[in-house]
């Protein structure tokens, strides 16, 4: 999984706090996807972007979820106010074009809330 | 409503022998499917894809078979490794829907030595 950098790779929050997952993408991609899996699970598309722009974000919670991809700097998706069922893992993936292709995940992110 | 389904959700099989991992879809509308391999705390790692127009694709040890009419697609694995050992997952998508995954929830494969 080499490229797809996602940081933190553990991140523990009390409710109500807010967190903040980041993804670089490998080089020369700039198309950018969000996954959460829930325990035992597979993954669930939250959200597409490309470089300044939500392409797609018919996954995403309507309510404290929030995705960016600003023009310099990684990817963002920002969670308001967490809930104990925020808990999951978050995988970012990667591609160099919209069209269907393989896309490269990052190692996710753990998110905890106590 | 799941629409990749993978129904078995664990596999063991011998070293050597054939590992032979299912997967039904009921969305018609897709038609590029992958096979995603994932270890304990890492992402996933692409395997192999086909697109709808084929019915067989092979990388290595590596085969998958699609059955549009049946809507069932199968990842060979053969000879399975010890290293093979890991959660697989199918994944579907829809060529020209912004290209995003729909995954099943995962197969843990694990390969006796």
């Known amino acids: 999984n080499a490229g797809v950098m996602q940081n933190p790779r553990h991140l523990v929050r009390r409710r109500g706090q807010e967190a903040r997952l980041r993804c670089s993408p490998m080089?020369?991609?700039?198309?950018v996807y969000w996954y959460r899996q829930l325990p035992e699970e597979g993954l669930k598309f939250m959200v597409y972007?490309?470089?300044?722009?939500?392409?797609?974000e018919s996954g995403m919670p309507k309510e404290r979820f929030s995705a960016e991809f600003p023009k310099e700097g990684p990817s963002i998706l920002r969670i308001q106010q967490v809930v104990r069922g925020d808990s999951a893992a978050y995988f970012c993936?990667?591609?160099?074009?919209?069209?269907?292709?393989?896309?490269?995940f990052g190692d996710g992110t753990r998110l905890s809330i106590l | 409503d799941q629409q990749v389904k993978q129904n078995s959700p664990s596999l063991s099989v011998q070293e050597g022998r054939i590992s032979i991992l299912n997967c039904d879809y009921t969305n018609s509308m897709f038609d590029y499917f992958l096979w995603y391999k994932k270890y304990p705390a890492e992402g996933p790692t692409f395997l192999i894809s086909i697109s709808s127009i084929k019915d067989k694709n092979e990388d290595g040890r590596f085969t998958v078979f699609l059955n549009k009419s049946a809507k069932h697609l199968s990842l060979h694995i053969v000879p399975s490794q010890p290293g093979d050992s890991a959660v697989y997952f199918c994944a579907a998508a829809e060529t020209g829907a912004n290209s995003k995954l729909t995954f099943g929830k995962g197969i843990t494969l694990s390969v006796r030595p």
């Open positions: 080089k020369g991609h700039s198309h």
């Open positions: 993936a990667s591609s160099p074009s919209g069209t269907v292709q393989p896309q490269h």
């Open positions: 972007l490309q470089k300044e722009n939500i392409i797609d």
